[in-house]
């Protein structure tokens, strides 16, 4: 009897936690049934819930958290569905959409490899299995892109790498990696807010993500807000101390942050070598910083044109506009050194470019004050023809042109060839029409400031430099050349 009666304890201990598990079974399933209609409705939070609950009440069940998988996957919390898929496939290894989810998981993340490994599995249970086959290929796709971006970053083609990465992506969504050297490669080709934006989503999911700090850094040091700059790549280092790039990034900041203001400071100073030198310096630090390289190019062009090296001064700004096509400041500078060499075509150019781009009252100016001395630089340089500058007395004047016209007076050039002879009388009606000009302190004023001569009769067409000649030596009899030797004259005075 004593055993019969334990027999029966020991029944009616076990009876009860037999009924308890095929009830939670029932009620999990029941879970899950709700989770799935929740899914089907696309509630993909009510979903998780439901599942979860199905998983608390059966955690040994590997399509529960399959199911649960799949629904994170489609909150894009990709990281968390991972770790579902591989519980459900260490339950059940034959477990085919179990390693189909794990496999786009990991696809997803950027783990292409690890992918590979996952579709093989599935398709190892079921070689026909049309999804695996399809995700095997992107997989493998998604590898290739990554060996071909790595090549091209090497190379320093950044446009074929964000196409590598964009293409990656339609792949690998939730790929931070990706995004980061996407983001790196379009800071690289100018293209700061785009990268700005990728690096900003980065981090409005994980503010201690150090790559994406990086690239904001990054952003700002190419659009040469360098303190900023600075501050992004100490965060960055401070989240990751061995980070390579922020490192050396920062490093490269403060140093050209550094020159920069030393030369502005030697250049304010007036020690214009000095400021030069520092300049050059600074040009060094990083060929990659586009923006400030050309305000530095363009400070070196402003020393070089107070040391009135002006070719070097337009060398320096025509690099600066090749790095910024935007850059008004060098723009006006190159236009500025054009002026100075007599080069007003080009100022002009310089000058339309400025006012197309902003048009105020002092660029307007300018531009018409070029096109003026351009179009003064179309007509015969009278100053020049004398020999003479714009500040030549009245007397000077005089005797410049005394000089120049008995040196091409056609009798002195009476035994010359024809071809000779029409060039000099030629000359020797430019140095009367000169005279005439520069010696009539109204005509003069007209001439200097650019006005056409021809508007008040001042026809020099049917101008006769005998005339001016014959007065200015005394009238007819006064003056004569006559030979005294081969090749000789003197002069004969009436």
Avoid: W
Wanted: proline letters at 2%.
């Amino acid at each position: 009897m004593a055993a019969a009666a334990e027999c029966d304890v020991v029944m009616a201990a076990t009876e009860p936690e037999l009924l308890d598990d095929e009830e939670a079974k029932r009620e999990a399933e029941t879970f899950k049934e709700q989770g799935n209609a929740y899914y089907a409705k696309k509630d993909y939070n009510e979903a998780y819930n439901y599942y979860t609950k199905a998983i608390d009440m059966c955690p040994k069940n590997a399509s529960y958290y399959g199911n649960r998988a799949a629904t994170l996957m489609m909150l894009g919390r990709f990281r968390e569905a991972l770790g579902d898929a591989q519980q459900s496939v260490r339950l059940d290894d034959s477990f085919v959409r179990g390693h189909l989810r794990e496999g786009k998981c990991h696809l997803s993340l950027g783990n292409a490899m690890a992918a590979c490994r996952s579709f093989q599995r599935a398709l190892e249970l079921d070689h026909k299995n049309a999804q695996a086959q399809q995700e095997f290929k992107n997989a493998n796709a998604v590898m290739e892109y990554e060996k071909i971006a790595e090549t091209d970053f090497e190379k320093r083609d950044f446009r074929k790498v964000v196409f590598c990465m964009d293409r990656a992506l339609e792949f690998a969504p939730a790929c931070h990696r990706f995004k980061i050297l996407k983001a790196e490669c379009l800071a690289m080709l100018g293209r700061y807010p785009e990268a700005q934006s990728v690096a900003s989503d980065i981090l409005r999911m994980d503010s201690t993500n150090a790559d994406a700090l990086y690239v904001r850094g990054l952003c700002l040091y190419y659009e040469d807000c360098i303190e900023k700059a600075v501050q992004f790549f100490v965060q960055a280092l401070r989240m990751a101390p061995d980070h390579e790039k922020a490192c050396i990034a920062c490093r490269n900041a403060k140093a050209l942050k550094a020159k920069k203001e030393d030369g502005n400071k030697a250049f304010k100073e007036g020690n214009y070598k000095l400021a030069y030198e520092l300049y050059t310096e600074a040009l060094g630090i990083d060929p990659n910083n586009i923006k400030t390289n050309a305000k530095l190019y363009c400070n070196r062009g402003t020393v070089n044109s107070k040391l009135r090296k002006l070719d070097d001064a337009i060398e320096d700004c025509t690099n600066a506009v090749k790095l910024d096509d935007t850059y008004i400041k060098a723009y006006l500078r190159r236009a500025q050194c054009y002026m100075d060499t007599e080069q007003y075509e080009k100022a002009v150019r310089d000058y339309e470019k400025v006012y197309q781009t902003e048009k105020t009252k002092e660029h307007k100016q300018l531009l018409k004050n070029a096109q003026l001395e351009l179009k003064k630089s179309k007509r015969k340089d009278y100053y020049k023809i004398l020999g003479v500058d714009k500040n030549s007395s009245e007397d000077e004047i005089k005797k410049a042109y005394r000089k120049r016209a008995l040196m091409h007076h056609p009798d002195r050039h009476s035994g010359a060839s024809a071809e000779v002879q029409k060039e000099e009388e030629k000359k020797f009606k430019e140095v009367g029409e000169a005279f005439t000009i520069l010696s009539d302190p109204k005509k003069k004023t007209r001439y200097d400031s650019g006005q056409d001569l021809d508007e008040e009769g001042m026809n020099m067409g049917d101008f006769d430099p005998n005339n001016i000649f014959k007065a200015f030596f005394g009238g007819p009899g006064g003056f004569s050349f006559e030979a005294s030797g081969p090749g000789s004259f003197f002069f004969q005075f009436g």
